[in-house]
């Protein structure tokens, strides 16, 4: 298991988990410790924009970090079972003793093992995968190979999507980007940059995606009377950033 140094601090009333002083894997707002603090882990929920509900009844995190996507999905989609893959059990019990991690291994199942080696044996699919793992250096190693996005792709339902945190300012994400587009035949689609630098690239292989700007700008604001969380800034800067034909996303 990985050795890392792990650091918590707080500052204006959020809290953040370190891998090293100058690299941020994940923070928590106190008061609202459900709430998705870092706007890249909101843009990785865009994929409820995507599907139709009750969509997803199973969803696969991998990476846990400070557990913020597995607590919004946990709270805000009490139907969806989660299982979290962590590599590292440190982080585990730091999501649990400083993070408010709930423990309910009945909807939120964690296992400590290595994502990579989890995705590419094979074994259960998913309506929802959501990537978002890194070391200490910020590298994502083999979680950032043409056979792990294949693997991800052969685990997920008819409907199903994976949603890929990438470090867009970081170099060799052109490359990750043309993978990803490999894997899955094209039917991906990078997000705008966050202004943290983050990109998500969202990819399917299943059902089609075939939905009007008008139409994600109504299923935002849905999201946001439901659960608190603002996409709409997000469809904003996707249409304004790909300009796609017929004013539409499809994917």
């Keep these: 298991m990985p ?6 601090s707080e500052k204006s009333g959020v809290r953040y988990l370190h891998f090293s002083a100058a690299w941020v894997q994940g923070a928590m ?4 410790p459900y709430a998705l603090e870092l706007p890249y ?11 139709d509900p009750p969509w997803p009844r199973q969803a696969l995190l991998i990476g846990l970090g400070a557990g913020s996507l597995a607590k919004f999905v946990y709270h805000h989609l009490p139907a969806t079972k989660i299982t979290a893959i962590e590599i590292d059990p440190q982080v585990v019990l730091v999501a649990r003793l400083h993070f408010r991690l709930p423990d309910d291994p009945c909807r939120l199942r ?8 989890y995705m590419l044996r094979g074994g259960a699919s998913y ?28 685990r997920l339902n ?3 999507l994976v949603a890929i ?29 966050c202004d943290s630098g983050n990109t998500i690239v969202f990819a399917t292989a299943g ?23 603002n996409l709409l800034p997000t469809v904003a800067r996707l249409q304004k950033a790909h300009g796609l034909p017929g004013d539409r996303l499809v994917l």
């Design 3 to 8: 050795r890392q140094s792990i650091e918590i």
């Design 29 to 32: 707002r106190i008061q609202r």
């Design 41 to 51: 882990t909101r843009e990785m929920m865009a994929g409820l924009l995507l599907r």
């Design 110 to 117: 964690i296992v400590v093992a290595d994502g990579a080696e």
């Design 127 to 154: 309506d929802y995968i959501l990537v978002d793992g890194f070391d200490r250096h910020a590298r994502a190693g083999v979680l950032d190979t043409l056979p792990f996005y294949q693997a991800c792709r052969a």
């Design 158 to 160: 008819s409907g199903g």
């Design 165 to 193: 945190n990438l470090l867009g300012r970081e170099r060799g994400f052109a490359a990750s980007v043309d993978r990803i587009t490999q894997a899955f035949d094209g039917r991906s689609l990078a997000f705008p940059s």
């Design 207 to 229: 059902d089609p995606v075939d939905l009007s700007f008008a139409d994600l700008a109504e299923r935002a604001r849905q999201c946001r009377q439901e659960t608190g969380l």
